[in-house]
């Protein structure tokens, strides 16, 4: 029996923002800074229309939103920024099918794994706030489901330690964050 996405805009927004494997990391790009179709351009090498096509695909998916406009030699420069993502582990995951799950879960690593090694040569790891471990676990399925419970929680919390950053008003310094749980290779989820 093939798998079917439940009817809820969550699920319709993964499906579709993997429509084309670019789109997640241009999204990822908004999310990282409010910026412009033709700045992502630049820094990912790609032609200003490509970028253009499928941030107005986000847009319409309602994943992102223009924020504020700058005239620049003559054209208007949109900015936009990320108000939505496509989720990993929240609560209607197993909703998305395999298929697309694992396309997500594999675009997702691809972009951390490429930015991790470009913060690595530069140093992105140097300071006393950084932090990389790996540690191998063995949990029953009432370990599984608290370690679960405890990343929805963490998630949760650091969305409002991002928030409250924000308010206070001060100076945002840029990080990126990533917690990976997952089963070993041949090992079943």
Not at 93 to 106: A, Q, Y
Request: include cysteine; charge should be positive.
């Amino acid at each position: 029996m093939a798998a079917t996405l439940r009817p809820s805009p969550h699920t319709a927004h993964v499906a579709r923002v993997l429509g084309h494997p670019l789109r997640l990391q241009i999204l990822h790009e908004y999310r990282r800074d409010a910026t412009s179709p033709s700045r992502i351009a630049r820094r990912l090498d790609l032609p200003i229309s490509v970028v253009a096509y499928h941030t107005n695909a986000l847009k319409r998916l309602g994943c992102i939103e223009q924020i504020r406009t700058e005239r620049r030699r003559g054209v208007i420069e949109r900015f936009h920024h990320a108000v939505a993502a496509p989720p990993i582990g929240e609560r209607d995951w197993e909703h998305v099918p395999l298929k697309v799950r694992r396309r997500l879960t594999r675009a997702t690593i691809s972009l951390l794994m490429g930015d991790a090694a470009r913060a690595a040569d530069q140093g992105g790891f140097d300071g006393a706030q950084s932090h990389v471990s790996r540690r191998p676990l063995q949990l029953d399925a009432e370990g599984l489901d608290a370690l679960a419970s405890l990343l929805r929680r963490l998630d949760g919390e650091i969305t409002a330690i991002e928030a409250a950053s924000a308010a206070r008003g001060g100076e945002l310094v840029s990080r990126e964050l990533a917690v990976l749980a997952f089963a070993d290779a041949g090992t079943p989820a």
